[in-house]
C-alpha cells in the first residue's frame, strides 16, 4: 500500500499536495481500494469555496457513493476533466493522473499545523490501526 | 380464506416476546390525541352483497357523457393487444422486484419503454417512469438546479395547473425559488419576460420550463425559448403532451435539455385520476442527475442478452440523502401499457392519432364560430383551444345536463384572470365524431341563447 512522503492526508482518506499556495487533492489508494472500481466522480465547478472538511463532491463505485471532503480551505482552480471519460484513473493511479481538485489555499502556511492534516507516518498508522 | 396475517396466538407470542400486554403500548410514546381512534365501518358485506353495493355506487357515474374535456388527460382509442398484454398475470400482479435481475421480462418491457419515449423525444436516456406528469416536471426542475448548481427556476404560467403546484411543492421551505413567466394575448409565454428574467445576473437561473402545447393548447416557440435559456446558462425542460410529438418537432431536436410529460394519453385509460404515468428523457451528459430507475442493457458471462438496472448510485437506498430523487420506485404496469401501445400503432399509427385529433378540434373551431363563439387566445393549437362563452360556468352546467361534458372551466385554473373567468378549454381527440361535434354546437346554440 502507496503511502507517498510528500503528502498529507485526512481520517478520511483524502490527500493533499502543497503545491506554492496551491493544493492538489485526491483520495488515497486505501480508499479506493476499498470503494472497488470507480465509475464515476463528481466534483464542484472551478471558482467553488470550500471550507476544511467540507463535502465537495461525491465519488461513485461499483458498490457504493461516498462524499468527498476538503482537506483544506480555498477555492477550487481546477478540476481533472479527464476523470468524465475514465474515472477509473482514480483506482490505477490514485496520487498522479486520478487527481481530483487543485484549490487555491486560503492560507497555506497552516497545512503544516493543521490538526485536522496527518504526516505520511501517522497515515500509516492509521491504516495498520485498521 | 383468512386475509389476516396475524392468528391472535401469534400476536401473544410476539407481545410476550417483547414484554408488553398490548400493541398499543408500542404506541404509547405518541399522544393520545394524535393517536387515530376505532374505525367505524359497517358489517363485512358477503361477495353477493358487496358485488351488488361496488354496482349501485358505480352507477353514479356518468359515462353516457359526450366528452369535449382534455386538460391534460385524454381520451384515445386503446386497442384490444394493450389489455391482453396488462392482463397477463406476470405483470399485472408484480410489483417492482426486489432483486430486479431475476425478472428480466420486466426490466425487457422497461428497457424497451425507455427506447420508444427517447425515439418520441429525441432524446438520450429515459427514466423507467415517474408517478405522473407533475411529478416528473418537478423532478425535471430540481434536475436543474443540480445540473447548473444554481437556485432559480422559471416556470410558464401556461403550464399545466398540476404541474406548477406540483413543482411549487418540490420547492417549498428550501433556498430554491420558483417564479412563473407571464402569457401575451394570443396565449404564448412572454419571451421578452423570460429574456429580462435570465438577464438578471445576481439571480442565475437553473431551468426554463415550458409546456408543448401548453395548458391553453397552444403551441409555445419553443426553439427560440430554449436557444435564450441556453445563452444564460440555464438548461430548458419541455412539458410535452406524447400524442402530439407524432406531429410536433422532438423536444431534442429543437433543444430541449430535459422532456418530462403525462404519458396517460398512450394506452392509458381515464379512470378518475389515475394512475398516470410520469415521463421523463434528458440529453445523456445529464445522466446521472436523472432521477429514480434506469434499465440497461447488457451481456452476461455466457455473451448472452440481458437486462440490468444501471446507475444505481444515484437512488436512495444507497446515495441517501445525496441521492438524484427521493423517489425510485416507478409506474411499471402504466408504462408496459404505453409500450404495448406505442408498439401497436407504430409512428404513422400514432401520427393518424394525432392529425385526426388536430383536424377534429379544427372542425369543433369552425362549428363554435358558426354560432359566434370565438377563440380566446389567438396562437396556433393543435387539438384543444379556450374559447369565450357568455356566463361559461352556467353554459358548462347546463351542458352537462344536456350530456356533453364541455371542456374545463379555465377560470378555476386561474382565477385571478379577469380575462379567463368565461373560457372554456375544449379538446376533440380521434374518437371525436362530426356527429359529436354537431349536436354539440346546437346543445351550446340552445345553453347561450
Known sequence: MQVPDDLRYTPDHEWLRVDGDEAVIGITEFAAGELGDVVFVELPAAGTRLDAAQAFGVIESVKTASDLYAPAAGEVVALNEALADRPELVNDDPYGEGWMIRVRLDDPAAVAGSD??????????????D | MTYGPHTTDDRARMLGALGIDSVDTLFGDIPAELRAGGLDLPPALDELSLARRLEDLSRRNRVDLVSFLGAGAYRHHIPATVDQILSRGEFYTSYTPYQPEISQGTL??????????????????????????????????????????????????????HYRAATRTYFEGGRLQLEELPTLADGTTDLAALERELADAERPVA?????????????EPMAEAARLAHAAGALFVAAVEPVSLAILAPPGEYGADICVGEGQALGIALQYGGPYLGLLAARADLVRQVPGRLVGRTTDVDGRRAYVMTLRAREQDIRRDKAASNI??????????????????????????AALGAARAAELELALAEIGIARVHSGAYLNEFAVRVPDARRAHAELLERGFLGGLLLGDWYPDDPGLTDALLLCATEITTADEIDRFRDAMTEVIS
Open chain 2, 328 to 353: 425510485c420506485t416507478n409506474q411499471a404496469l402504466c408504462a408496459l401499457a404505453a409500450t404495448v401501445y406505442l408498439a401497436t400503432l407504430g409512428p404513422h399509427g400514432l401520427h393518424d392519432v
Open chain 2, 207 to 219: 431551468g426554463v420550463v415550458l409546456g408543448q402545447p401548453n395548458a391553453f393548447g397552444i403551441l
Open chain 2, 108 to 161: 425487457q418491457t422497461i428497457y424497451e419503454y425507455q427506447s420508444l419515449i427517447a425515439e418520441l423525444t429525441g432524446l438520450d436516456v429515459v427514466s423507467a417512469s415517474h408517478y405522473d406528469g407533475a411529478a416528473a416536471t418537478a423532478e425535471a426542475a430540481l434536475m436543474s438546479v443540480r445540473a447548473t448548481r444554481r437556485e432559480r427556476v422559471l416556470i410558464s404560467r401556461a403550464l399545466h395547473s
Open chain 1, 116 to 129: 485536522r492534516l496527518m504526516d505520511p507516518a501517522a497515515y500509516r498508522s492509521l491504516l495498520e490501526a
